[in-house]
Structures are given as C-alpha cells and as structure tokens.
C-alpha cells in the first residue's frame, strides 16, 4: 500500500489495534514484563535521571521552568543587546512531526533546502516520534545533513526492529524488539555528536525531544542540549534512549524504561512516542502569551518564523473498511491518529498567529503516490528523500497556512 499520512496512520493502527486485541483476546490474566516501581503520583515532580534542574519539563504544567529555559538561551544568545538598543536577530523555530518512513521527506527536504542556499540556524528545533530521529541532526546544521540522509535511505527493517511474532509479542512488552533501533541511533549520536549537541546549547539553542510519560499520563519535553553540556557520563545513554521512546510506537514497539531516583529512592518510569500527545509541538501556549503581554506592553520583540516539517500527506486515505472487528478498531485508531496530527498544524497555527510568528507549513502532497511494498522498504523511502530533496531545493515548498481544503479531497489545495 501507498504510505502517505494517512496510511501511515492506518498501518500503526492496525498495529495498535492488533496488539489490543491479542492482549486482551489470547492472554488475559498473562503476567506482564517485569518492570521497577513506578514514581509515585505525588511524586511525578521530583523524579530526576541525572539530577539536572533543567533535563526535562512536563509540558503542561512546568512553565515557569520552560520560561526560565528560554529566557536563559536568550541571554547566551545576546538578548541583553536589547537594553543596548541594538536590534535582535531573526529568530528561526522548526518542529519535525512523527511519521515512521515518511521521515525520509523532511530529511530529503532539509538537504534540499541546504543546496537552495535559503536554510536559516535553527534556534529551536523539537522533535516527535520519527522527528525525533531527525531533530538532533536538524539542530547541527548542513554539516550533518550526509548523516541525516543516511539515516532515511541506508537502513532496512534490520536496522529497525526484529518480529517477536504474535504469541511472543502478546506475552512481552511489544510485537517488535527494537535492539537494532537502538544500535542504529548509537551508531550515529557517537560522542563528537554529543559534544557537538553541547555546543550548539552553550550558544543559546535548544533542542527539545517529546515522549509520553505512560505512567503519569503525561507529556514530557527532554533538554536534550543541556542533558549533553551536563558531561554526565550517563548522559549518552540517556539521549540515545530518549530518542528511542519517541519513537516507541504502543504495542508495535516495546516502552522505553527509564531509571529515576526520587528523594534518593530508585524508580522507573515507562516512556512511548510522543505521537502518543502531540504528533508536532513548538512551545507550550504561555509562552506565546508571555509575548503577547510583551507585545502589549510595547517591549521590543525577537521576528521569529517558525517552520513546521508535516512528514505525512494532510489529505484522508479513503478505503472501504471491513466489517470485521479488527477492520473496523484499526480504522477507527488510524482515523483517530490521522486528525490528531491534522489539528496538531492547525493548533500550532493558531498559536503562532496569536503570538505574532510566522508560520510556514512543508508537507508530502497528493502528488506522491508511489506504492510501499513492505515496512522501512529502502526503494520508497529513497523516492521520498528524492521528493523532499526536490521541494527544499526549491525552497522548500511552505505554505504560510495549512490547506484545510485538504479535507475535501474534492477541492484544490
């Protein structure tokens, strides 16, 4: 099947849908993986890896925090040029969405836009899920973009996970071990790149990675620049798992467990895609109203543009759905997922008219439409590079809002 946005929901639907119905249908009272305890609900806060103030933000609440983050960058930046009456630079955000294989067009796009000679130093980029894979390297710069094509057009299935198959995978955490996912992103987030991650920190850019806390039911945003500049030497290991559980679809592949200590006691905390919340996200609302009550007040504001990689199509997969259980919970999950990430756009449009930023949209159009033979198949997601390769060196093909003609797929985007 073709795997645009859509599609590429359907197919983790139906992974989520499968692993649901097998746990629930084949095992029911199966004992679980073991696992460490879990962080205490009172006691969600306190919890720290390396004990870092700054490692990570709970994006829903942490505001004060995530504004003294900010801020902070500001000041490494030269934000005290302000109060010399010096004008601040442009400021440049970029958010890469989830999309499995489809990661291979933003990758592609960010190379092209490389060639076009018009791609802008990101002082933010945050990452979900796929995007997660591509963020770090997208923070580095053109330097690394060899790296980042590499990513998206050497790896096979192989390089991803191994099939547990189903009576294994019911039993354990997931359908797939994703050992050879971990060894992939060890293999390229070596130590120049860490230190390299640090440095990009220490002038006042920020790399924010997004996974789902399933204990706490929570989304968290991980400082990956700050855990690097930390020099911690559980620092690596951290990132490397962090990128993973972005990328932890539910069921499909198996939660990331992540050791934490909590007033010295030890604890662990499961952690899936980031998907799980938010497909894309830039900056959590109260900041975009700090700028306002500053924009009010008549204090002088950073330009900033804010550039959204969407790695799938924003148009729906029609298909007639079989009247069959599986059929129709796999769809319904697919949809779910599909309008997820469509209103992820428009929110972060939203938010970026309100706050007086310049939104700029790059998505996979209806107009690819080669078919995928298999999952992470290398002559697809080569095509797709290609694709994006073509658009970033035209300059990246943004639009200024998202096409909600999309969702009519009777009328022109």
């Not at 092209?112 to 945050?126: A, I, K, M």
């Not at 970033?392 to 009777?410: F, N």
């Amino acid at each position: 099947m073709a795997l645009n946005g859509t599609r590429a929901a359907g197919r983790r639907g139906m992974l989520l849908g499968g692993a649901a119905l097998s746990a629930a249908g084949m095992l029911g009272a199966c004992a679980s993986p073991i696992r460490q305890r879990a962080v205490p609900r009172d006691l969600t806060k306190r919890a720290t890896v390396l004990g870092l103030p700054n490692e990570r933000f709970y994006y829903l609440t942490d505001i004060a925090d995530i504004n003294a983050e900010f801020q902070a960058a500001g000041l490494r930046q030269g934000d005290g040029a302000v109060a010399r009456g010096r004008a601040l630079p442009v400021s440049n955000f970029l958010a890469v969405s989830g999309g499995g294989e489809n990661g291979a067009f933003g990758a592609g796009l960010l190379n092209g836009w490389t060639e076009s000679g018009r791609r802008p130093v990101f002082d933010l980029v945050t990452g979900v899920s796929t995007g997660a894979l591509t963020a770090p390297f997208a923070y580095l710069g053109p330097e690394y973009d060899p790296q980042l094509k590499a990513v998206y057009t050497d790896i096979t299935l192989a390089d991803v996970a191994i099939s547990r198959g189903i009576i294994s995978g019911a039993l354990a955490d997931a359908f797939a071990d994703t050992a050879p996912l971990l060894a992939t992103i060890t293999r390229y987030l070596d130590e120049k790149m860490i230190a390299a991650l640090a440095a990009a920190y220490d002038s006042g850019r920020l790399l924010l990675i997004g996974t789902t806390n399933l204990d706490a039911q929570k989304p968290v945003v991980w400082n990956i620049g700050a855990i690097a500049k930390s020099g911690d030497p559980r620092a690596p290991e951290l990132i490397r798992k962090v990128l993973l559980a972005s990328a932890a679809i539910p069921g499909a592949f198996p939660p990331v467990m992540i050791d934490v200590t909590v007033d010295g006691e030890p604890h662990q905390e499961m952690h899936v895609d980031g998907g799980a919340f938010a497909q894309a996200f830039l900056y959590p609302p109260a900041l975009g109203e700090l700028r306002q009550a500053r924009r009010r007040r008549g204090d002088r504001l950073r330009e900033v543009n804010a550039y959204i990689i969407r790695n799938a199509r924003l148009d729906p997969d029609w298909a007639v759905v079989q009247r069959r259980t599986f059929g129709v919970a796999s769809r319904a999950i697919s949809t779910m997922i599909f309008v997820s990430g469509f209103n992820d756009v428009v929110r972060i449009y939203q938010r970026s008219l309100a706050d007086g930023v310049a939104f700029n949209l790059a998505f996979i159009g209806a107009d690819f439409n080669m078919v995928q033979p298999a999952p992470f198949d290398q002559t697809f997601m080569r095509a797709l590079f290609d694709y994006g390769l073509a658009q970033g060196r035209a300059g990246g093909g943004w639009v200024s809002r998202p096409p909600i003609a999309a969702l009519d797929p009777t009328a022109p985007i």
